[in-house]
């Protein structure tokens, strides 16, 4: 089984989690998570480092005698998925660590290898200057498109684990456009519609018929029916009428991830000595944020009202006018970039 299959299985599970402790609109990067804690691995040992992999759903991946292979996949699946102008993603993702830790120079060198990632150390308890330099930080990585990621800091904070990613995509046929072709299907209960963007990405939307509770999907979707409805579309001609959204969703995952396995790293019980042989040393705080924007070009500016695909000879219609789930996912690797649940798309 490869990285992209076993990060879709990821990416179902943590939706669900998601799902069970938010019933408004989700929006989340599963493969963002999945990066952020690969990379926190590479510092674990003993129990810490096989429930974040067992977590991730990568424990089948690991080998003995190439402790780098997981890092390297993902570096490789970066460079794949990046290797396209077209496709615009802002990512950012770091480690501060309390200045009580000195920072081994080998891991620090290893995540910016692999993951073109930081580490530094910070001052938790003058908690003014350290939410500055963390929220300054992400603004910096995403092209000051998130702001204000962090609101307060405990002074006693340790480590705090911070990613964002924000994705800017243009449909490849806009919705304003007087003809397109897309691709649609039905599965029981739910239609499903491929939306093509630039840049080897789509949109797949899981619109459940009127009457059907939209949480019946949770339980169905893995990464083996993912991957199913991608083979099984078919080109046809289609009018899609998708309202205008935007989201912006802010998690603290370290209150979610423990219910996928992943305690240890977050208990005073953690062993993080790949990354400071001080001892002590767990993890905080994981922050997540991802922003998206939805309107008849693809993603960069916001709105609530319906845009719609019009077709010749009046084809089939979908009328996306209910709560719906949507992934947007790399066509070539089928990675699951983002994923979301739109229940209100007047809220933000």
């Keep these: 089984m490869d990285l992209s299959t076993k990060n879709t299985d990821f990416a179902m ?10 019933d408004d609109n989700i929006f989340f990067s599963p493969l963002c998570m999945s990066v952020a804690f690969t990379m926190l691995s590479m510092a674990a040992k003993g129990d810490t480092y096989n429930q974040i992999l067992k977590g991730l759903n990568l424990q089948l991946l690991q080998r003995a005698d190439q402790p780098d292979l997981i890092p390297e996949l993902f570096r490789q699946l970066e460079a794949n998925i990046t290797q396209n102008q077209d496709l615009i993603l802002a990512q950012g993702s770091a480690m501060f660590v309390h200045q009580q830790f000195e920072i081994d120079k080998i891991f620090s060198e290893q995540i910016k290898k692999f993951f073109n990632s930081d580490i530094m150390n910070i001052d938790f308890s003058k908690t003014e200057a350290s939410k500055t330099t963390i929220n300054d930080y992400v603004k910096m990585k995403t092209n000051e498109k998130v702001m204000g990621l962090i609101s307060q800091i405990d002074p006693l904070t340790q480590l705090v684990l911070v990613n964002t990613i924000l994705f800017q995509g243009k449909w490849e046929l806009p919705f304003n456009s007087s003809f397109t072709e897309e691709a649609r299907f039905y599965v029981d209960k739910y239609n499903i519609v491929k939306v093509p963007m630039i840049g080897h990405a789509a949109m797949l939307i899981l619109l459940p018929d009127k009457g059907v509770d939209y949480t019946s999907i949770d339980d169905e979707i893995s990464a083996e029916s993912f991957l199913g409805w991608i083979q099984k579309l078919k080109k046809t001609k289609l009018e899609v009428q998708l309202p205008r959204f935007k989201m912006e969703q802010s ?10 396995g992943i305690r240890n790293v977050f208990e005073n019980t953690a062993d993080l000595s790949g990354l400071s042989k001080e001892v002590g040393l767990k993890v905080s705080e994981v922050l997540h944020k991802a922003v998206i924007e939805v309107d008849e070009k693809g993603t960069e500016a916001a709105g609530a009202t319906a845009t719609g695909i019009t077709g010749y000879s009046m084809p089939p219609r979908l009328i996306v006018d209910r709560p719906f789930l949507f992934l947007i996912y790399h066509e070539k690797t089928n990675s699951i970039l983002f994923m979301g649940r739109v229940i209100d798309p007047t809220k933000n």
Excluded: F
């Design 13 to 22: 599970n943590l939706y669900r989690k998601l799902a069970s402790h938010h």
């Design 251 to 260: 998690y603290n995952m370290d209150k979610i991830l423990p219910d996928l």
